[in-house]
């Protein structure tokens, strides 16, 4: 059996996936830990405990899944964030697209929270009473994580793979990975996450830049997030 020859080109695609996989597996068996989350209970009672260790996962995978990734593939490969995805530009197109987007997310939320399915699982925090400050804490650690998580997606994935599959292949790939991740949710998420990682991947390519992405999955997640914490009948805000 031969070989299969080396290619410098690989080199990209498999150390963005070899990272992504390292930094995915650890944020996941984290999130999954009891013996963790055991520790905060512990110290901080078992309701504010869990508040606190998801608000803990958060952090790290926006940081394993993401920003370490991101910095080991630019110092490894050469690469500024620009290639990456991470650049302002096509100002114009982006807002259009984020604000497109955004008419369409943000009523379909609207409804989709008020269904029990919905507030069964969200918001994630499960605490009845909610201050201001928990509030707020709670929407940045979203903003954080998805950034981790958009960085990953739709800027390292992608623009890592590209170049030696080509667009379309590279586009199918990563919204079946995509896809993926959300298989431990639910049926209707996982079949969503399809046809919406294909759109952000091709907006993301048409740009030039993963931000739209980024903005548009923050827009999806925090009106899910506002709007289920006012329809939840059992919580409220102090």
Excluded at 3 to 24: K, R
Aim: net charge positive.
């Amino acid at each position: 059996m031969n070989i299969p020859a080396w290619n410098p080109q690989y080199l990209e695609p498999i150390l963005a996936f070899a990272l992504v996989t390292i930094g995915f597996s650890l944020y996941h068996f984290v999130s999954i830990s009891t013996k963790i989350k055991n520790k905060y209970q512990g110290r901080f009672g078992a309701e504010r405990g869990n508040t606190k260790f998801l608000w803990m996962t958060r952090y790290l995978g926006a940081m394993s899944i993401g920003v370490v990734p991101a910095i080991i593939m630019m110092m490894v490969m050469g690469k500024t964030p620009e290639d990456y995805g991470v650049a302002f530009k096509n100002h114009g197109t982006s807002l259009a697209w984020i604000l497109g987007l955004a008419t369409i997310t943000i009523p379909m939320n609207f409804f989709n929270s008020k269904k029990e399915k919905n507030l069964a699982f969200y918001p994630n925090v499960r605490e009845k009473e909610w201050t201001k400050p928990m509030v707020a804490t709670n929407a940045f650690t979203w903003v954080a994580y998805l950034f981790g998580y958009e960085l990953m997606f739709r800027g390292l994935l992608l623009f890592a793979t590209v170049p030696l599959m080509g667009e379309w292949p590279a586009i199918v790939l990563n919204a079946a990975i995509y896809a993926l991740v959300h298989v431990p949710k639910n049926l209707e998420e996982t079949i969503g996450a399809i046809p919406l990682g294909i759109v952000l991947c091709l907006i993301t390519l048409t740009t030039g830049t993963f931000w739209v992405a980024f903005f548009v999955h923050i827009t999806l997640a925090l009106s899910n997030f506002f709007f289920s914490l006012k329809h939840h009948p059992e919580m409220k805000v102090i």
